[in-house]
Nanobody, 126 residues
Framework: QLQLAESGGGLVQPGGSLRLSCTAS???????IAWFRQAPGKEREWVSC????????YSSDSVQGRFAISINNAKNTVYLQMNSLKPEDTADYYC????????????????????WGQGTQVTVSS
């Protein structure tokens, strides 16, 4: 069973940057890896997705141009580089894995993600 572990969260000031990592227990060539986030009292929100097979990326409108997802297949790790952070980016961030074509440019088009990490907390505050 695939296991995922997130790291890199923390406290950052508005306008700052953080890089989250999602390290898997197996190769990611045949998976799609997505980042989701959930703020207190809100529903879980899809953030970004990458296909392990060809590194094609997808991002939600709310983070487009500020966040970038990437993959290092040799390290079985997916990254989420977050720049120009805003207080509304405060949330628990989770990575998840699903079948290789599970990514989509819209939340409604996402496939099923069966494997989830424990999450890492990101707080954007002055």
């Amino acid at each position: 069973q695939l296991q995922l572990a997130e790291s890199g969260g923390g406290l950052v000031q508005p306008g700052g940057s953080l890089r989250l990592s999602c390290t898997a227990s197996a190769i990611l060539d045949y998976y799609a890896i997505a980042w989701f986030r959930q703020a207190p009292g809100k529903e879980r929100e899809w953030v970004s997705c990458i296909r392990g097979t060809d590194s094609r990326t997808y991002s939600s409108d709310s983070v487009q141009g500020r966040f970038a997802i990437s993959i290092n297949n040799a390290k079985n790790t997916v990254y989420l580089q977050m720049n120009s952070l805003k207080p509304e980016d405060t949330a628990d961030y989770y990575c998840a894995a699903g079948p290789r074509y599970s990514c989509s440019s819209t939340p409604s088009g996402l496939g099923r993600f069966d494997y989830w990490g424990q999450g890492t907390q990101v707080t954007v505050s002055s």
